[in-house]
C-alpha cells in the first residue's frame, strides 16, 4: 500500500483490512515525488518523521499479531532484515548499491523509449528525460545499458565512495538511489543531511535494532521474515 495523507491515523485498519481479505503481509510504502504525486503536491502532505511514526505503530501492531498467533509480516522491514541479519541481497531496486536502476530493473515505453526504472519513466512524463537510456527502434542493446545516462548515475551515486554515504554505519544495508535525489535535489548524489531517503531508512534501520534488543520474542518474529520477499 502507498500511505496517503488520509492513511496517517490509520494504520491499525488498514492492516486489519489486508488480514481480514486473508492476505498474509503488507508493504507500508510511502509517497514517491513521481508524476501525479508531484504534480498536485501531495507527496509533501507529510515528511519522513510522520511517515515513521505511522510505520512504527504499524510495525508494532503487526507483532503484536503475531505474538496472538497470527503470522502476518511487514515486507519493508523483512527487505531491511535480510540484508542486516543475512548475507544475501534482496533485489529491491530502490536498497542496491550500485543503484539497481537500469540493472535490476528497466521500463520499456510505448514508443520505445527505454528508461532506467519506472521512477525515471515518470520523470520523463513531468519532462524530465535525464534517465532516458535510448529506444528499441533506434538503439542497439549495447548503445542502451552503456548509456552516460545510465553508468554516470551509478558511479556518481555508490555509496562506497559518496560523501557522507561511505562513513555512515548503515552504509551495507541501505542502497544508492540517484533517480530519488534527482527528483528532489537535481542531483544524483542529493544531500544527505535534507534527505527524505536518508532519514526513512536510518528510522526504520534504528527502530528494527532497538526492537530486537529489547524484545527477544519479536525477534524471534523477524527471523521467518528474512528472505522471505
Not at 169 to 184: D, I, K, N, Q
Request: charged fraction near 25%; proline fraction near 4%.
Amino acid at each position: 500500500m502507498t500511505t496517503s495523507p488520509a492513511s496517517l491515523n490509520r494504520v491499525r485498519d488498514i492492516i486489519d483490512e489486508y488480514v481480514k481479505h486473508g492476505l498474509n503481509g503488507i508493504f507500508l510504502r510511502h509517497l514517491s515525488p513521481y508524476g501525479f504525486a508531484m504534480k498536485t503536491k501531495s507527496f509533501q502532505a507529510y515528511n519522513a518523521e510522520r511517515w515513521l511514526q505511522f510505520y512504527k505503530e504499524g510495525l508494532d501492531y503487526i507483532l503484536e499479531l503475531n505474538k496472538t498467533g497470527l503470522p502476518f509480516t511487514e515486507y519493508y522491514s523483512s527487505l531491511i532484515l535480510t540484508k542486516m541479519l543475512t548475507s544475501n541481497d534482496p533485489g529491491f531496486v530502490d536498497l542496491m548499491n550500485p543503484a539497481g536502476a537500469g540493472i535490476a530493473a528497466v521500463v520499456f515505453n510505448y514508443d520505445g523509449d527505454v528508461y532506467a526504472s519506472d521512477e525515471s519513466r515518470m520523470l520523463r512524463e513531468m519532462g524530465d528525460t535525464t534517465f532516458r537510456l535510448g529506444n528499441v527502434h533506434e538503439n542497439t542493446y549495447e548503445q542502451i545499458f552503456t548509456n552516460d545516462a545510465l553508468l554516470s548515475a551509478l558511479e556518481d551515486s555508490f555509496t562506497g565512495s559518496a560523501p557522507m554515504c561511505s562513513d555512515c554505519a548503515f552504509e551495507p544495508w541501505c542502497g544508492a538511489e540517484p533517480v530519488f535525489h534527482h527528483a528532489m535535489y537535481g542531483d544524483v548524489l542529493g544531500r544527505k543531511p535534507e534527505s527524505e531517503f536518508c532519514r526513512r531508512m536510518m528510522g526504520v534501520t534504528k527502530h528494527l535494532l532497538d526492537i530486537m534488543r529489547r524484545d527477544a520474542e519479536a525477534k524471534e518474529i523477524f527471523m521467518p521474515w528474512v528472505n522471505r520477499c
